[in-house]
């Protein structure tokens, strides 16, 4: 590696050789009107409502593009900024600036920014992600008005787009055809931006730092490799040839990949095991069937219950399952209870705000302490039950009274549903996931109580090593293979196959090539990786 090569976090594989194509502060967001009285509050009025209107077309046709290039999932944003245009507080906001003799822009500025304000403060990530959509509306509508600049759309053919931070309208607008790679200074793996750039298959770095701004000049030569999060400005020709050179391997790699569809994950001495996806919504279950997974190891159920005001009542989450179940036919579906607390907050579940979230109430120590909460999702659960071969997952299990109290209230749930005569199937697996090093001490224990353990590398890591999963500056600590870890997971396999308990691997560990060997070995059973690794790892088990 040079010195010059820039590091920051991959948000979505792939290798880039493009031209640099700078974003410039000044088409964001965040400039600033100068603050005007109008003298006339009603031409204001028509001007802001003839602002919306184009607003709406525009997002209207963002929709539909971002539709077509990358999913529903990434369209919704659209649908999102749609309904936040015609939000009853955000309309009385601006009318009360309007009515203050105002301009249309300085009123839209003003009374977005109060609004974003209140977003940012809130403590459900969720909500205080939605200030940042505020704040785009807030750029379109000045746009719209005529204050600032259009969106460009001079880009060169092989745009590398540079950029400070990019909002969610910035990043669904880029033209695919021209864009091959995107490098930010700032932004998170978790945020819009890097949603959309997977869901768009652009190879994305993120949160390089701003000396990514002091070091790229527009039309610079640059790579972006996403698998390691590296951005390499201004190559040497020597630099660039190996670049070329990578970027044709990767691309050749990539191609092979696809002939291992339909193929068993199997070692050439005949070792087999079970290679699934890990989801997070039926959303990406066409990616889980278009990358020939042999089932799904892990569904996270709390995405269900956190972009929104309450809990999904049973209907609700009963109509996902079943979806889920139905799609996958005859493969296993293993979901996992709602996994809340830690970085992923629900505020309408009312909870204690915490010093230590992560060592705190979460997973299933929220759940049993809400039995309505817990109960409703087990129902829906068994109720699924008989559309497929359901397995049913617990997080953070520290002790054999959790498991416990979990099977009996299972019990009360199937006799409840059997006195009503609502019909579950009677062959649903029950799970556990090892996350903690207390679960992986006493596996011996647990083993006999349940049909499978699937080992959560992340958590597990986190725990074992002290190391906060959230803290990007803790980096340089994180050893992932390190021996404690490791000698936890062989304890684990273990202890449940001589219990004749199965167990998988559903962690991010489960995709690291570094480690498919070491897990044979350790004669894992399963291995759930997210859809886009499944092919990977299925050449690592059968070529080695
Ligand atoms: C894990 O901890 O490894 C895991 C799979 O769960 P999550 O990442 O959702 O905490
Ligand atoms: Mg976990």
Same mark, same amino acid.
């Given at each position: 590696?040079?010195?010059?090569?820039?590091?920051?976090?991959?948000?979505?594989?792939?290798?880039?050789?493009?031209?640099?194509?700078?974003?410039?502060?000044?088409?964001?967001?965040?400039?600033?009107?100068?603050?005007?009285?109008?003298?006339?509050?009603?031409?204001?009025?028509?001007? #802001?409502?003839?602002?919306?209107?184009?607003?709406?077309?525009?997002?209207? $046709?963002?929709?539909?593009?971002?539709?077509?290039?990358?999913?529903?999932?990434?369209?919704?944003?659209?649908?999102?900024?749609?309904?936040?245009?015609?939000?009853?507080?955000?309309?009385?906001?601006?009318?009360?600036?309007?009515?203050?003799?105002?301009?249309?822009?300085?009123?839209?500025?003003?009374?977005?920014?109060?609004?974003?304000?209140?977003?940012?403060?809130?403590?459900?990530?969720? #909500?205080?992600?939605?200030?940042?959509?505020?704040?785009?509306?807030?750029?379109?509508?000045?746009? @719209?008005?005529?204050?600032?600049?259009?969106?460009?759309?001079?880009?060169?053919?092989?745009?590398?787009?540079?950029?400070?931070?990019?909002?969610?309208?910035?990043?669904?607008?880029?033209?695919?055809?021209?864009?091959?790679?995107?490098?930010?200074?700032?932004?998170?793996?978790?945020?819009?931006?890097?949603?959309?750039?997977?869901?768009? *298959?652009?190879?994305?770095?993120?949160?390089?730092?701003?000396?990514?701004?002091?070091?790229?000049? !527009?039309?610079?030569?640059?790579?972006?490799? *996403?698998?390691?999060?590296?951005?390499?400005?201004?190559?040497?020709?020597?630099?660039?040839?190996?670049?070329?050179?990578?970027?044709? !391997?990767?691309?050749?790699?990539?191609?092979?990949?696809?002939?291992?569809?339909?193929?068993?994950?199997?070692?050439?001495?005949?070792?087999?095991?079970?290679?699934?996806?890990?989801?997070?919504?039926?959303?990406?279950?066409?990616?889980?069937?278009?990358?020939? $997974?042999?089932?799904?190891?892990?569904?996270?159920?709390?995405?269900?219950?956190?972009?929104?005001?309450?809990?999904?009542?049973?209907?609700?989450?009963?109509?996902?399952?079943?979806?889920?179940?139905?799609?996958?036919?005859?493969?296993? =579906?293993?979901?996992?209870?709602?996994?809340?607390?830690?970085?992923?907050?629900?505020?309408?579940?009312? @909870?204690?705000?915490?010093?230590?979230?992560?060592?705190?109430?979460?997973?299933?120590?929220?759940?049993?302490?809400?039995? =309505?909460?817990?109960?409703?999702?087990?129902?829906?659960?068994?109720?699924?039950?008989?559309?497929?071969?359901?397995?049913?997952?617990?997080?953070?299990?520290?002790?054999?009274?959790?498991?416990?109290?979990?099977?009996?209230? @299972? !019990?009360?749930?199937?006799?409840?549903?059997?006195?009503?005569?609502?019909?579950?199937?009677? !062959?649903?697996?029950?799970?556990?996931?090892?996350?903690?090093?207390?679960?992986?001490?006493?596996?011996?224990?647990?083993?006999?109580?349940?049909?499978?353990?699937?080992?959560?590398?992340?958590?597990?890591?986190?725990?074992?090593? $002290?190391?906060?999963?959230?803290?990007?500056?803790?980096?340089?600590?994180?050893?992932?293979?390190?021996?404690?870890?490791?000698?936890?997971?062989?304890?684990? =396999?273990?202890?449940?196959?001589?219990?004749?308990?199965?167990?998988?691997?559903?962690?991010?560990?489960? $995709?690291?090539?570094?480690?498919?060997?070491?897990?044979?070995?350790?004669?894992?059973?399963?291995?759930?990786?997210?859809?886009?690794? =499944?092919?990977?790892?299925?050449?690592?088990?059968?070529?080695?």
């Amino acid at each position: 590696m040079t010195e010059k090569v820039l590091k920051g976090r991959g948000a979505c594989h792939g290798i880039a050789i493009g031209t640099a194509y700078t974003v410039r502060e000044t088409d964001s967001v965040s400039a600033a009107p100068p603050q005007r009285m109008s003298g006339d509050a009603s031409a204001e009025a028509v001007r #802001l409502e003839a602002a919306k209107e184009r607003a709406a077309g525009e997002l209207d $046709a963002l929709y539909q593009k971002t539709l077509s290039d990358a999913g529903e999932e990434a369209a919704e944003i659209f649908s999102i900024h749609g309904m936040l245009l015609e939000d009853e507080d955000i309309c009385l906001a601006l009318k009360d600036q309007l009515a203050s003799g105002y301009t249309a822009e300085y009123a839209v500025f003003v009374a977005l920014e109060d609004v974003a304000q209140s977003f940012f403060a809130m403590d459900d990530p969720y #909500l205080s992600a939605r200030g940042a959509d505020v704040l785009d509306i807030r750029g379109r509508l000045l746009r @719209c008005l005529g204050f600032g600049t259009q969106e460009s759309a001079e880009l060169p053919r092989d745009a590398i787009v540079i950029a400070r931070d990019l909002s969610p309208s910035q990043t669904a607008s880029l033209d695919t055809k021209r864009v091959k790679g995107i490098v930010t200074a700032a932004g998170s793996v978790s945020s819009h931006t890097a949603i959309l750039a997977r869901s768009m *298959g652009i190879p994305a770095v993120i949160g390089v730092g701003d000396e990514l701004l002091r070091c790229v000049r !527009d039309g610079d030569t640059v790579v972006v490799d *996403g698998r390691v999060g590296e951005v390499l400005p201004s190559p040497s020709q020597d630099e660039l040839s190996e670049a070329r050179k990578r970027l044709a !391997d990767y691309l050749e790699s990539e191609e092979q990949l696809t002939l291992l569809k339909g193929l068993e994950t199997v070692t050439p001495d005949g070792q087999k095991i079970e290679l699934c996806a890990n989801v997070g919504s039926v959303r990406d279950l066409d990616s889980v069937i278009a990358s020939d $997974a042999e089932g799904i190891g892990l569904f996270r159920s709390e995405q269900l219950y956190l972009e929104r005001m309450s809990a999904p009542n049973e209907e609700e989450q009963l109509r996902v399952y079943r979806e889920l179940l139905l799609r996958m036919g005859q493969k296993r =579906v293993i979901i996992r209870t709602l996994d809340v607390g830690a970085d992923k907050q629900v505020g309408y579940l009312g @909870c204690e705000k915490e010093e230590n979230p992560a060592l705190g109430l979460r997973a299933i120590r929220l759940c049993l302490d809400r039995p =309505v909460l817990f109960r409703t999702q087990l129902s829906a659960l068994f109720r699924a039950s008989v559309y497929g071969r359901l397995g049913i997952m617990f997080p953070m299990i520290t002790s054999v009274c959790e498991v416990e109290r979990i099977l009996a209230l @299972c !019990d009360e749930v199937k006799s409840d549903l059997a006195a009503r005569d609502v019909p579950f199937s009677a !062959d649903v697996e029950i799970g556990i996931m090892i996350e903690t090093p207390a679960a992986a001490v006493i596996s011996d224990r647990l083993a006999p109580l349940v049909d499978f353990f699937s080992i959560g590398t992340n958590d597990l890591t986190q725990y074992t090593l $002290a190391i906060d999963r959230q803290n990007p500056s803790l980096d340089g600590y994180l050893d992932t293979h390190h021996e404690a870890v490791l000698r936890l997971i062989e304890l684990t =396999v273990k202890n449940a196959h001589a219990h004749g308990t199965r167990v998988g691997i559903c962690g991010e560990l489960a $995709a690291d090539t570094g480690l498919t060997e070491f897990f044979l070995r350790a004669g894992v059973d399963e291995l759930s990786v997210a859809p886009s690794e =499944v092919l990977r790892v299925r050449g690592k088990v059968r070529n080695g």
